[in-house]
């Protein structure tokens, strides 16, 4: 290790931690918190703190490539350029898109579209963050005219009363839930409630959970818009100063309940008890402090936009906002999302939170120098791909999102990718399942090569640093737009040297011609230095004069909206069923979301072994009477199925699942599964609105997959092995682990896999077959250091595995010869799967350690050191005291 620690910040989660880091003269990455950050104080969770195991040259793209071919940059810009301008050319400047992501950097999207909207002349730029907040703008605009955040995250801990809407906090924005979890410990009074129909971990500190029927969000706001007039807890002066509209949504509020005149009537509509109801909204009607932190289970859905001016019409009604402890809270899923929306990212907004009207595009023009600028909205994401398949877009770059994964009816999105006469990616990573459709590769630079500026949930901007020297050939996204920009014959706009030089006109833009005009003005920083730039510490927007912080932290406390008026409009909204509903031929509702350890389609956190750990699995979560119902198996796999798409997975009863509702993660693709990305499943129904498709609601059916045998393979041989039907790869130490499971017989698959050791032939070997009980393990060894085993059976104890991980290219002692000759783990190899990712505790040595008498948390941590590293997994230690306690008893 070096002395030089950089500050930067880290590249998942909207948090937006503040990171150290520091590299040796290997290359090897330690990572600690950063105590200066505001955002966390020192404090990061299991990815933040794996980060250094994602900095390897595994599965780097390093040099461009072109139909397979290797070239060179010249070569690369030269082709992109010279297909788009002819593209162009020949049928305009909507022929073209750019599909870009919150996960590039704000100097990477503001280059981006300053190419489309202001030089192409097209909005055909969208970005994933489409997925993802789209309804939260969209709602944001529609209430108080521009795109606010209003609080920061002091509110989070401040409030009395913290409302989480369809936010898994615990696992998707894990430093935050443990600021509100130690504010909870020091203020006890502080009263949490979270709303999901699923019991969360996020649950583990609340004191109330509403498990609504999924997609009734409206419908309970709806409820309580009309439940705080009635019991006169509305704000007239806050009402009539700042507002306008609280009779018409109270109206259609009213109008909403229809006939279900008694909070009875809407409880059993809402699908929860009556009491649970009562008391939530007689808490959030007694407490002032009321802070309601919102997130994908209200954005994304066909009634986004709605749910989010559900949300807010109580807070204006109230008047609580702006204050300290009180507000609406959009908090964002991606790094940057915040920086899109202020750079203009989104199809429907134009640059520096400035719309496509008259005046604003001739603002942009002057300002942009610009030879065409677009002058409508452009193609939102789902639409973009449905104009590529039917041939209207005929060329596509696609930057730092993998949409054949992360689409909705992800089949059909790969479709349209094959049919797309020209499709560029820029990615850091070979092989993903968009890449695979690539004509033209561009290998671009990751989290630790970069540099430049992100925006945080509450608004701050912080700064990422390279860390290590780039991989190979790789370049930064903003290098390579402005390369390809200039030999598009666009050489004025795009000659930047440096990426200070792109901030200080970001931050120009945002200051031209605004006087108080608009929300997102940073001009402060207009004339910055490349070096002042290098050295920028934090800092929240609005900021106008350097360092000056006496502006507002929060927004509208005293009104002072971005409306015309300059009032804030409480939307009338009406509660609407999800667009596709059930059926006999497709009974379940689909639900789609995050796991703790994973980031999206994993080409990150799957680097990190460790993080592999938690769960290595796809599956679906399902309450165990629905599971009965439809003959599925604990621990089976079931075939998943939509009008849509299909996958397979493995069947994980809860119940903390609503019945007739099932769960599964997005996170494994084509490159990692045989089936199962859930993508190919999900309704491409949007928010009429926003355009933000309903990841959450999608009917689908389930039935058992009668697997005859299941597989174990390791190897360190990166040939891909899809042998059986069902498998699942998993990067461990020094290899890959896969998971399989076959319609075939063990024999026969032991026979393929047999195969598959050909790369370790003439090495030393050791095999065990029972054909009586069809098993069968092998493993190669080399100089005493395992090559590669496998264990087939008929069936394997899926927890009793995850010793296998650990093991190659080591030396093979004699517990882990026997684990693998026996087929199950012996002596200390019997820890179980990891549940502390931090400290590397596995679920035995937890359940053992509760059974031996620490049965609670305190005892647990200190006998296991569990849960004592980031502490995302204090939830799971809880119910593990639960579950190993009461198996003892039973
Ligand atoms: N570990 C991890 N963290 C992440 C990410 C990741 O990939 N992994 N991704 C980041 C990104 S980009 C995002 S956008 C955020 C997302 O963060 P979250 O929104 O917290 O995560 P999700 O799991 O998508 O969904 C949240 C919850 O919505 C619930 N839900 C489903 N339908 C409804 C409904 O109708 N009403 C209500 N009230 N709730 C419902 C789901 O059951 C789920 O628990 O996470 C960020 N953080
Ligand atoms: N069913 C279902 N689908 C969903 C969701 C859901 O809840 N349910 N959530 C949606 C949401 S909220 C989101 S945000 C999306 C996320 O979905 P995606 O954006 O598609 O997922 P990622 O895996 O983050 O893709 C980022 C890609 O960029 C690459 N990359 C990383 N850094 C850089 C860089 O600096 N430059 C370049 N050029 N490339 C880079 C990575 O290797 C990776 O291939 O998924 C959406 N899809
Ligand atoms: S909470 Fe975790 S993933 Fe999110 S920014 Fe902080 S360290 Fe990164
Ligand atoms: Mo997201």
New binding site residues.
Partial sequence: MTNDWVKTTCP???VGCGVEANADESGKVTIRGDKSHPANYGKLCS?GLALGDTVVPTGRLTHPYQDGQRINWQQALNTVAKQFRDTIDAHGPDSVALYVS?QLLTEDYYVANKLMKGYVGSANIDTNSRL??SSAVAGHKRAFGTDTVPGCYQDFEVADLLVL?????A????ILFQRVKQAKLDRPNMKIIV????V?DTCDIADLHLP?K????VLLFNALLAYLAANDHQDPEYLSKYTEGAEQALHAAHADQGDLGDLQQIATKLGIDNAKLTEFMALFAATEKVTTVY????N??TSGVDKVNAIINCHLLTGRIGRPGMGPFS????PN?MGGREVGGLANMLAAHMEFTDDAIARVQTFWDSPTMATEPGAKAVDLFNKMEQGEIKAVWIMATNPVVSLPDADRVKAALQKCDFVVVSDCIADTDTTRLANVLLPARGWSEKSGTVTNSERRISRQRAIVPPAGEAMADWWIICEVAKRMGYKQGFNFSHEGEIFAEHAQLSGYENDGSRDFDISAFSNMSNEEFDALTPFQWPMITKGDISLHKRFFAEGNFYTPNRRARLIPVKHRQPAQDVSDNYPLVL??????????TMTRTGLASKLNAHLPEPFISIHPDTAKQFGLEKEGLANVESHHGSALVRVETSARMRQGEI?MP??WTGVTSSRARVGALVSPEVDPTSGQPE???TPVKVSPWFRQSEALLLTTDDTPIHETEYWVNQRVEQGILYRMASLQGSDTVAGLLQARMQPFIGEQKLSFIDTATGSYRYAVLKEGRLLGCYIVGKRLQRDDYDWLATLLDKPLGSEAMRSIMSGKAQGSLAAGRTVCACKQVGYKTLCAAVKNGATDLDALQCETTAGTGCGSCVPELKEIIQDCAFEEVT
């Avoid at 709303?195 to 699923?198: E, H, K, L, S, T």
């Avoid at 997130?295 to 209200?298: A, D, E, R, W, Y």
């Avoid at 908090?331 to 991606?334: D, E, K, L």
Wanted: positive net charge; contains cysteine; proline residues 6%.
């Fill in positions: 998942y989660c909207g990815k919150g993802c907040m809407v369809g936010s898994n906090l696992w998707c924005h894990p709303i999901d129909p699923r969360t609504i999924p997609g009734s969000d997130s994908q289970g209200v994304q859905s908090i964002t899923g991606q999302a639900n789609s979301g995050r796991i703790r350890d994973q980031w999206h769960f997005i996170h990841f959450k609601h």
